[in-house]
């Protein structure tokens, strides 16, 4: 009988799909470690109520709602390889895979995998502080997941390894360098949309999974030295750009950005700080 599994005996990794929900053959899997990895299968069930009965008469089954949420630090190995199919420009669709095993992973046994099919990158949350290291909070809803006992027949797996500092990243705002800042957080929101129709054959599954409308939002804080970001508050100013680096040569950008808020805080002998929401009409740039 096998025991439980621990989180040094999942992994996960993620392949590009040619087609819409179809797995490429003989894949090249790449992945990286994850600080959380939050599988979840959503059956939408629907409970039928009915005269006759306090009870439940029916359960049904609705449309099948697959979800992969994970947190991972962004890997110094190649820092945009995943975070890269959030853009919507690039209307890419994902084959992510969960796997738990037992012993080394080249000859891993009692193998459960969740293999995510269709997965869209829906939503983004990078964020990054000068005493830690770059991370990304995305998530993955799918049309579909086939759970099996085995690896993906002749895959390949290859793992992206390292991470970025927060003494790595840097802002520019406007495309001026600002040393102000000591924790910055992007948001990035695709608004997907599941979009199922009456068929005989999957009709649980959706049939698509649309992009929405793109929201761009974050905050960056800033030691309070400079009351420039206030004044563009009350001057209703608009910043041209909000770049900030990723680690190497890589970095993301959003266009046409106005501070949301000004406020600012501070414990009793602590410095000041001003937190400053920002919100971006775009577009988004990852390079």
């Known amino acids: 009988m096998v025991d439980t599994y621990h989180s040094d005996q999942e992994k996960f990794y993620y392949v590009t799909e040619g087609s819409f929900g179809v797995v ?8 990286h470690s994850c600080s959380n990895l939050d599988p979840d299968i959503n059956p939408n069930n629907i409970k039928v109520a009915g005269t006759g009965s306090v009870d439940v008469v029916a359960l049904k089954r609705g449309q099948r709602q697959p979800l992969l949420k994970l947190k991972y630090p962004i890997p110094s190995d190649a820092p945009i390889n995943l975070l890269q199919y959030v853009k919507q420009e690039l209307n890419t669709s994902l084959s992510l895979q969960v796997l738990y095993y037992k ?3 080249a000859t891993a046994t009692d193998i459960i995998s969740l293999l995510y099919k269709g997965a869209r990158f829906n939503k983004a949350t990078l964020t990054c502080d000068i005493d830690g290291i770059l991370e990304c909070e995305g998530e993955f809803p799918s049309q579909d997941v086939e759970v099996s006992t085995a690896k993906i027949v002749n ?13 790595e990243s840097y802002v520019k705002i406007g495309g001026v360098t600002c040393e102000r800042v000591t924790s910055w957080k992007l948001q990035i929101d695709n608004s997907c949309k599941a979009v199922p129709v009456i068929r005989s054959v999957n009709g649980h599954l959706a049939k698509y999974l649309t992009w929405g409308k793109r929201l761009l939002t974050g905050e960056l804080t800033f030691e309070f030295e ?3 970001e206030a004044d563009d508050v009350l001057a209703d100013t608009e910043q041209s750009s909000l770049e900030f680096g990723l680690g190497g040569a890589n970095k993301v950008s959003v266009e046409h950005t106005k501070w949301d808020d000004f406020s600012l805080s501070g414990k ?3 410095l000041i700080y001003a937190k400053v929401p920002f919100t971006a009409r775009g577009p988004l740039t990852i390079s």
């Open 24 to 31: 490429p053959a003989s894949p090249a899997m790449l992945g």
């Open 103 to 105: 012993d080394i992973f």
């Open 155 to 167: 895959a390949t797996y290859t793992e992206y390894a390292g991470a970025v500092s927060g003494s």
């Open 226 to 228: 400079s009351k420039q």
């Open 268 to 270: 009793t002998e602590d």
